[in-house]
């Protein structure tokens, strides 16, 4: 038994946000929700483990497009009801191809700017998925 | 009126995460959470305010300490319902006194480690608060 998981304070759904960051660029790559079960999965294997609230489910971070992230180091924040796990990110942490989720910015007038990188085409990495 | 906030997903409660990183360390200093009203406010003014939870209102981060935080850029994933805040920090994020309030990292075995650098004594900056 884990006790420093037994200071975490999940939400009344049993959830507790997961920001992930890449320790060698030290960006912000992605913000998840892991419940108990995610967390001790990812403690175990050494891979981010999410809780999917749409789909009801625990997910492994990459599992359809090998993306998977190393776990290097996870932390909590002063409250023990956030956490911050720090990764080496294969391939790139976006769904939609980018390096990091966080790839809009907001601008003084106008509208969300695109200013992440792209790494690669979602159609190339989930087709027929 | 500001389109761009249109797109933002905010939960049942009216709120969106918004993880806070240093601009110049890069380091991940807080999460919690804002309401339209408290991204309005940031953005207007260029200091980070947030709705708080449990005490039910808004709060310019820094009000009692000082400790500002000045916006540099405002991002949005790629679900738009998480924000990612890139600052300036005046001081320390955390009230506990450490830089970020990330500060204690889960070990292998044992307890919570503390990793972070503390910079000031909260006895000393939050007194007769």
């Known amino acids: 038994m884990d ?3 037994e200071k975490l304070k999940f939400d009344s759904n ?5 920001i992930v960051q890449d320790l060698k660029t030290r960006e912000v790559l992605m913000m998840a929700w ?3 079960e995610a967390l001790d999965r990812t403690i175990e294997t050494g891979k981010t483990h999410f809780y999917s609230r749409s789909r009801g489910k625990q997910w492994l971070k990459g599992e359809s497009s ?3 992230q190393h776990v290097k180091s996870i932390r ?3 409250d023990a009801d956030v956490l911050l796990v720090q990764v080496e990110q294969v391939g790139a942490a976006c769904h ?3 390096y990091s989720c966080f790839y809009r910015e907001h601008q003084p007038q106008g509208e969300w700017k695109i200013v992440g ?4 085409d979602p159609k190339e990495v989930y087709k027929g998925g």
């Open 3 to 5: 006790v420093q998981l």
């Open 34 to 36: 892991m419940n108990r």
């Open 14 to 18: 049993g959830l507790i946000p997961a």
């Open 96 to 98: 939609d191809g980018y």
């Open 117 to 120: 990188r792209k790494v690669f």
């Open 76 to 78: 909590t924040d002063c």
């Open 66 to 68: 090998g993306h998977v």
